[in-house]
């Protein structure tokens, strides 16, 4: 049993260093599933959204004074 990463054997270190790359690997191949499948060609434009005019939302038909 070794307690410390200095004492460890050659076995060890090689264990360490695969599930290194292994968890390294799965958080790449997450981060590239994860990126949103927008086409390439409207990235390097700015989307702008102007807004429209005020809206009230209600739940009754009660009228709104002011």
């Known amino acids: 049993m070794n307690h410390t990463f ?8 090689l264990k360490i260093l695969v599930v290194a790359l292994v968890a390294g690997i799965a958080v790449a191949a997450f981060g590239i599933a994860a990126r949103s499948s927008v086409d390439d060609s409207q990235t390097a434009s700015a989307r702008v959204v102007k807004a429209g005019k005020p809206v009230v939302v209600t739940s009754s038909d009660t009228p709104m004074v002011r």
Do not use: G
């Not at 200095?6 to 270190?13: V, W």
């Open 6 to 13: 200095h004492s460890a054997d050659r076995a060890t270190h």
